[in-house]
C-alpha cells in the first residue's frame, strides 16, 4: 500500500453485488412444495438461558444433508425463476452494452514503464501490460488472466505487484473464494513462472527494496484470522517468521510507504492498532516498535521521507495528524500538525514529499485538503456535485507534484484526474463509459436529512430519473450498511441505470454505525447501540413513505454482510414496510457464531458487537439477532442469498435463517435462497460473470413491481 489509512484492512469497504434472484408475483409459490429442512433439537446454554436451535445442524459442511438441502433450495428457486428467464436475459444484455468490449485503465508511470491493464471483447479478466517510456512504445504483456482462468468458475487475482527493478512480478490467486491465495512470481523478462510458490496465504504481501524478497501474511486454517507476517526470499524454501500477532482479537497486515523507504506490520483490531517498521532496503532487520497498543488508541503512519507522520485518534475521536522524528517515536515526541475538529472526521492521509493530501468528512462530505509541508498553507480542492465522493489511488511517485485521484457522483462516471498541489492545475485522465444511451443531465441527485425518532439527523443520499411525482407510487431500492464506521459513499454504478431508466429511486441511507458524520455516529451504532442501526433505517422507510417518495407497496430494501444483519433485524422489526427485502451473504445468526470462538473472524468481532460470554452484551445481542428474533409476522417477498465457501459469513446463517422464517411466516409470499456452490463472500468474479448475479437481484424487484422488459 502506498498510503496510510484509519482503516484496518480486514473492514474495507466493500459494497456487495452476490445478491442475487429474483421473483415473480404472477407465478404461484405453494409453501407445501417449499423444501422442508430436517429439525434436530440443539439445546444451546449460556448465562443459565436454554435456546433451542432445530437447524443447528447445517453447521456441518461435511454432512451431505447439508449440500443436498442446499441444492434443493436452489432447484426450488430455479424453478420459481422460471417465468422471469427472459427478463433476467434482457437485463444481462442491457448491462453490458454499458461496458466497452475494449477497454484501458488510465495508466500511470513508475520508473521507466508506464503501466495498465485492459480488457478484451470477451474477456472476463484483465490483461496488465507497461510500455517502456513511452505510450506510443511497443506493449508488453506481463500477464493475461483470461488465459491463467481457463474454465475455472471462481478465479481471483488479487495484488499484482512489479518488483522496485521492474524485472519480477508477484501475485496471489484464489480458486475457491474462501481467500486462500497462492502467491505466484513470474520473471517479466522471459514471461516464465519462476519455481517459488507460497501456499494457504493472504494476497497481502508487499516487496522489500532488492527485489529479492517480499514480506507477506499468512491467515490462521480454521480462523482465517492474519496473524503471521513472514518473509520469502526467492529462490529459498524456509521462509522466516518476523512477527507473530498472539492476541486473536488483532489483525495483521503489511504495507510499505509511498517514499518506498519503509515496511510497516500493523496489528489492528476493530478500535486499536500497533506499528512496527522495518527499512524496505534490510527486509531481515529487527522490526522496531513504533508505539505499543493500548485502550482505544488507533494510529496509522507514514513515511515523510526525512521523519514520520501519524493519523491518531488520541483525545481526538475524529482525529488528528502530528509529526514525528525517526530516532524516537514515544508518544511525547509527538508534535501536531492538523488538530482534532469536531465536524470534521480525518479518514486518510497520503504523504507525499513536498506535500500532504488530507481525505476527510466535512459533515458528511468529502473534502481533499493539500498541504504544503515546507510552509504549512492548506487549500481545498475544488468539487461541483452536491451528491459524490472522491478518493485519492494510483499515487506512485512519491517526489510528484501531481496528485492522481478519483471523482464520481451518483449520476457521474468513475471519472480519473490529475491535480498539481503546486499550481492547481487539474486534468481529466480517463473517464469511466455508462454507456452510448447515458446522459448524467437526465438524472437528479439529492442529500436529505431525515429526522430519527431520538432527534439525530439520519443522512440520505439519493438519485432518480428526473421527472418523477411524489405521489408514492414510484418503487425505491433503500441500501444500508452501518457496521464497523465503514460510510457506504454515493457512488456511481452503470448497472443502476437499469432500475433507475424503469422508474426506481435509489437511496442510502447512512444510518449510525457509519462513520458518514464522524467517529461518534459510528460509536452511536456499535456494541450496546446498535438498534440505533436498525432504528435508523426504519426511520428513513418512514420518511421516504410519508414524503410521497414510494409506499409499502414499492419499498424495497437491501444489504449485505453486516448490512444482511440489518436487513434480519428490519424484517423482524417491520416488515410492513417493504415490498421486498434481499439480504445477500447475511450475519443473522450473531449470538450463535459470537458465542463459537473456533467460527472465521469471530475473535476479532467482539468490539464490533460485545462479547457474548459477558452477560450484558449477550441479553442485549440476542434481543436484536435475526434468527433468534423469527417471529410470526407476515413477511415481505424475500431473496436470501450465500456462497457454500464464504470466509466471513457462513453458509449456514441465511440457511438457518430461511428455514426458521418458513416454520413461522403467517402468509405466503416469496422465500428465496440461492447459494452459490463455487463461490465464496464476494459472489462470482469476472466483469461480466458478476452480470448474472445482478441482472438476477434486479429481476426480483422488476418482477414484483409487474415490469416485464
Known amino acids: 500500500m502506498r498510503s496510510f489509512s484509519r482503516r484496518p484492512t480486514i473492514v474495507q469497504k466493500f459494497v456487495l453485488i452476490v445478491i442475487l434472484f429474483g421473483s415473480l408475483t404472477s407465478c404461484s409459490n405453494p409453501r407445501d412444495e417449499f423444501p422442508m429442512a430436517e429439525k434436530i433439537t440443539q439445546e444451546i446454554e449460556q448465562h443459565g438461558d436454554v435456546r433451542i436451535d432445530e437447524y443447528f445442524w447445517m453447521n456441518d459442511r461435511d454432512d451431505p444433508r447439508v449440500v443436498d438441502w442446499l441444492e434443493k433450495q436452489n432447484r426450488w428457486t430455479e424453478k420459481v425463476m422460471a417465468p422471469m ?5 434482457s437485463l444481462i444484455e442491457e448491462m453490458k452494452s454499458r461496458i466497452p468490449a475494449e477497454d484501458v485503465s488510465a495508466p500511470y508511470r513508475d520508473g521507466d514503464y508506464w503501466y495498465y491493464h485492459r480488457y478484451v471483447k470477451g474477456g472476463e479478466y484483465p490483461i496488465y501490460c507497461r510500455k517502456h517510456k513511452s505510450l506510443d512504445a511497443a506493449e508488453e504483456v506481463l500477464l493475461d488472466v483470461n488465459a491463467l482462468a481457463g474454465d475455472e468458475p471462481y478465479f481471483a487475482v488479487r495484488n499484482f505487484e512489479v518488483s522496485p527493478d521492474h524485472k519480477l512480478a508477484a501475485y496471489a490467486v484464489d480458486t475457491q473464494g474462501r481467500r486462500f491465495y497462492t502467491i505466484y512470481f513470474l520473471d517479466l523478462e522471459n514471461g516464465k513462472l519462476l519455481p517459488d510458490r507460497i501456499e494457504n496465504v493472504t494476497s497481502n504481501f508487499e516487496w522489500a527494496n532488492d527485489s529479492e524478497t517480499i514480506v507477506y501474511v ?48 500493523v496489528s489492528g483490531s476493530t478500535l ?31 513515511d515523510g521521507g526525512d521523519r514520520f507522520f501519524v493519523l491518531s485518534n488520541d483525545n481526538a475521536t475524529n482525529f488528528r495528524l502530528f509529526e514525528v522524528g525517526y530516532a524516537n517515536t514515544a508518544r511525547d515526541q509527538w508534535q501536531e500538525l492538523v488538530p482534532h475538529r469536531d465536524n470534521v472526521l480525518l479518514e486518510n492521509a497520503d504523504v507525499f514529499r513536498d506535500y500532504i493530501v488530507l481525505s476527510t468528512l466535512n459533515q458528511g462530505v468529502v473534502q481533499l485538503e493539500v498541504i504544503d509541508r515546507a510552509s504549512g498553507d492548506t487549500h481545498l480542492m475544488n468539487f461541483d456535485d452536491q451528491v459524490f465522493t472522491a478518493y485519492t489511488y494510483g499515487n506512485v511517485n512519491f517526489a510528484s507534484k501531481w496528485l492522481r485521484y478519483a471523482y464520481e457522483s451518483m449520476a457521474t462516471p468513475d471519472s480519473t484526474y490529475e491535480y498539481n498541489m503546486e499550481t492547481r492545475e487539474r486534468r481529466l485522465i480517463k473517464e469511466e463509459s455508462a454507456g452510448p444511451d447515458f446522459e448524467r443531465r437526465d438524472y437528479e441527485t439529492i442529500a436529505l436529512q431525515v429526522p430519527a425518532r431520538d432527534g439525530a439527523l439520519i443522512p440520505v443520499s439519493m438519485v432518480y430519473r428526473k421527472g418523477i411525482k411524489l ?12 457496521s464497523y464506521g ?17 422508474g ?38 418512514r420518511y421516504l413513505i410519508d414524503k410521497g417518495y414510494t409506499s409499502p407497496q414499492h ?21 410492513e414496510l ?4 434481499a439480504a445477500g451473504v447475511p450475519f443473522v445468526d450473531v449470538v450463535t457464531t459470537m458465542l463459537d470462538d473456533s467460527i472465521p473472524l469471530t475473535t476479532g468481532e467482539y468490539d464490533e458487537w460485545g462479547d457474548p460470554r459477558i452477560p450484558e452484551f449477550y441479553d442485549y445481542m440476542l434481543s436484536y439477532s435475526p434468527y433468534d428474533n423469527v417471529g410470526r409476522h407476515a413477511y415481505p417477498n424475500m431473496l436470501v442469498t450465500t456462497g457454500l465457501h464464504d470466509s466471513q459469513v457462513q453458509y449456514w446463517e441465511p440457511a438457518k435463517w430461511v428455514a426458521k422464517i418458513n416454520d413461522f411466516r403467517t402468509n405466503d409470499k416469496l422465500l428465496l435462497l440461492k447459494t452459490d456452490m463455487q463461490a465464496g463472500h464476494s459472489g462470482k468474479t469476472g466483469r461480466y460473470q458478476s452480470l448474472e448475479d445482478t441482472a438476477l437481484y434486479y429481476s426480483f424487484y422488476l418482477w414484483l413491481e409487474d415490469i416485464r422488459e
Not at 417493504?578 to 427485502?581: D, E, M, R, V
Open 218 to 265: 499468512r491467515q490462521d486454517s480454521e480462523s482465517l484470522r492474519a496473524y503471521q507476517v513472514l518473509m520469502h526470499r526467492l529462490g529459498k524454501s524456509d521462509d522466516e517468521l518476523i512477527y507473530q500477532e498472539d492476541d486473536e482479537t488483532f489483525y495483521a497486515w503489511v504495507e510499505k510507504s509511498l517514499s518506498s523507504k519503509m515496511l510497516f506490520l
Open 555 to 575: 419499498l424495497y430494501a437491501q444489504g449485505g454482510s453486516a448490512g444482511g444483519l440489518l436487513m434480519g433485524a428490519v424484517v423482524n422489526m417491520a416488515p
Open 471 to 482: 405521489d408514492g407510487s414510484n418503487p425505491l431500492l433503500q441500501y444500508g450498511y452501518g
Open 272 to 302: 486499536s492498532t500497533e506499528v512496527q517498521f522495518i527499512p524496505a532496503d534490510t527486509p531481515a532487520a529487527e522490526p522496531q516498535l513504533f508505539l505499543k497498543r493500548g485502550g482505544e488508541h488507533e494510529y496509522y503512519v507514514a
Open 504 to 541: 426506481f429511486i435509489f437511496a442510502i441511507a447512512h444510518v449510525r454505525g457509519s462513520s458518514k458524520l464522524g467517529r461518534e455516529w459510528y460509536y452511536a451504532g456499535r456494541q450496546l447501540q446498535k438498534k440505533n442501526t436498525f432504528n435508523d433505517f426504519i426511520d428513513v422507510s
Open 578 to 581: 417493504y415490498n421486498g427485502i
Open 85 to 89: 428467464q427472459r427478463l433476467k436475459s
Open 486 to 502: 465503514v460510510t457506504i459513499d454515493p457512488a456511481f454504478d452503470s448497472d443502476r441505470i437499469t432500475l433507475l431508466d424503469r
